[in-house]
């Protein structure tokens, strides 16, 4: 019979590759949307934010982020957050069009207890570069 023999290093080892659990605010939901773009002008749209819980860890959140826009298609991508700040990557499904981005968003709730956030965005490659706003509130 063969004995495991944990040593004091081989025990830290294991406690410190231990994840410690989320603690930051959860933004998951749908968000209706107004934007502002630079060179597009105004449009409506959705946004749904899903936590990836086995990612998240103490204030870092881990997202799967999807924006979606009628006159302009589906924008899927991922986004990091620590405490009320989360940056997102963005791409829509229509490639040819080099309709992706990176955005900064801030949240916080309003008077009804809803989370809204105000979002940047900067795409460096749609129309020879693009900016914009958008202003979101939970459903």
Partial sequence: MKY???TPITMLCAITNAQAAFTGPDF??????T?????EGAYKGKVTIHLVPEQSTGEY???????EIPEYGAYPGHAAAQG????I??????????DFGTGIASFSKNKAGKW???KFYYEPEYKKGNSGKEFCTQQ
């Fill in 35 to 39: 934007g502002q773009d630079k060179t």
């Fill in 61 to 67: 959140g881990a997202y799967q982020f999807l924006l």
């Fill in 4 to 6: 495991l023999w944990l």
């Fill in 28 to 33: 998951s939901g749908v968000y209706d949307c």
């Fill in 116 to 118: 809204t956030f105000v």
């Fill in 84 to 87: 009320k700040k989360m940056a």
């Fill in 89 to 98: 990557y963005f791409a829509n499904t229509k490639q040819k069009d080099k």
